[in-house]
């Protein structure tokens, strides 16, 4: 008996054990504009360092549903390796579009808009507020288009602490590219990460050196190229050299030890 007892509580403690220390999920709506609410799924570490707000590519919609459920956007690169930044100790914050682009277009021709600058303000002050945590901005192809300009827009109480920007938008012919954004705004930590195969038209590594010298008053920057990996289907999607195929576990210990970094 007193066997089975020992046994009994040493499963009941490692049991509370594994609940009392597992990653957190969090479906959250933040109210922004007039009406409008900013949805996004929060995981959160036992022992956090800092806060990542992951922008996907494409139109930028994830469709969370209340339960934390990803209706789209689960192939891309910083949403299906949320949890190995999570794992590093980050917070992981996916924002899906508003309340109010919940259709198509989605986020298509919306990412370089006030509104969008306010939504994501409201996202970050949400986080600082129930952190405590600096906040950085990671972003991948299309979603770097949103994570630059409301940067370049919001005034430094209001923007996040650190810019990562991976697979960055280059060239635009409908709307600015990254090298045309104001980037001499942009003060905090700024890091560039890209591929050196990538062939989405869009994406040339032959236009990077311009956005780096534009950086000119980045607290701290840097640009990460990297190379190997598997490309498969369309060069501008997430399982091409586009989206780090293959090499995902480098490619994120490599961001996460620049932000980490003193």
């Given at each position: 008996?007193?066997?089975q007892?020992?046994s009994?509580?040493?499963?009941?403690?490692?049991?509370?054990?594994?609940?009392?220390?597992?990653?957190?999920?969090?479906?959250?709506?933040?109210?922004?504009?007039?009406?409008?609410?900013?949805?996004?799924?929060?995981?959160?570490?036992?022992?956090?360092?800092?806060?990542?707000?992951?922008?996907?590519?494409?139109?930028?919609?994830?469709?969370?549903?209340?339960?934390?459920?990803?209706?789209?956007?689960?192939?891309?690169?910083?949403?299906?390796?949320?949890?190995?930044?999570?794992?590093?100790?980050?917070?992981?914050?996916?924002?899906?579009?508003?309340?109010?682009?919940?259709?198509?277009?989605?986020?298509?021709?919306?990412?370089?808009?006030q509104?969008?600058?306010?939504?994501?303000?409201?996202?970050?002050?949400?986080?600082?507020?129930?952190?405590?945590?600096?906040?950085?901005?990671?972003s991948?192809?299309?979603?770097?288009?949103?994570?630059?300009?409301?940067?370049?827009?919001?005034?430094?109480?209001?923007?996040?602490?650190?810019?990562?920007?991976?697979?960055t938008?280059?060239?635009d012919?409908?709307?600015?590219?990254?090298?045309?954004?104001?980037?001499?705004?942009?003060?905090i930590?700024?890091?560039?990460?890209?591929h050196?195969?990538?062939?989405?038209?869009?994406c040339?590594?032959?236009?990077l050196?311009?956005?780096?010298?534009?950086?000119?008053?980045?607290?701290?920057?840097?640009?990460?190229?990297?190379?190997?990996?598997?490309?498969?289907?369309?060069?501008?999607?997430?399982?091409?050299?586009?989206?780090?195929?293959?090499?995902?576990?480098?490619?994120?210990?490599?961001?996460?030890?620049?932000?980490?970094?003193?």
């Open positions: 008996m007193h066997k007892f020992v009994l509580l040493f499963c009941m403690t490692l049991i509370f054990s594994q609940v009392a220390f597992a990653d957190t999920t969090q479906t959250i709506d933040i109210p922004t504009r007039a009406g409008v609410t900013q949805r996004m799924l929060v995981i959160t570490p036992e022992k956090a360092k800092a806060v990542l707000v992951l922008f996907t590519g494409g139109n930028g919609a994830l469709r969370i549903s209340p339960s934390g459920d990803l209706g789209m956007g689960k192939g891309n690169f910083l949403i299906r390796t949320r949890q190995q930044w999570v794992d590093k100790g980050f917070v992981v914050a996916m924002v899906d579009a508003p309340s109010d682009r919940q259709s198509e277009p989605y986020l298509s021709g919306f990412r370089q808009t509104e969008h600058a306010t939504d994501i303000k409201a996202v970050i002050a949400w986080l600082k507020q129930n952190t405590n945590l600096p906040v950085w901005l990671v991948t192809s299309r979603g770097t288009q949103s994570a630059a300009f409301v940067t370049t827009t919001l005034d430094k109480a209001d923007g996040p602490d650190g810019l990562v920007l991976t697979s938008i280059l060239t012919r409908k709307s600015r590219s990254i090298p045309d954004m104001t980037l001499e705004k942009i003060a930590p700024t890091l560039l990460v890209h050196k195969q990538d062939s989405c038209r869009v040339d590594p032959s236009e050196p311009d956005v780096m010298s534009k950086l000119s008053h980045a607290s701290r920057k840097d640009l990460i190229m990297v190379e190997g990996g598997i490309t498969e289907g369309d060069p501008c999607e997430a399982f091409a050299h586009h989206g780090y195929n293959g090499i995902e576990p480098e490619v994120v210990s490599k961001i996460a030890a620049w932000v980490l970094a003193p």
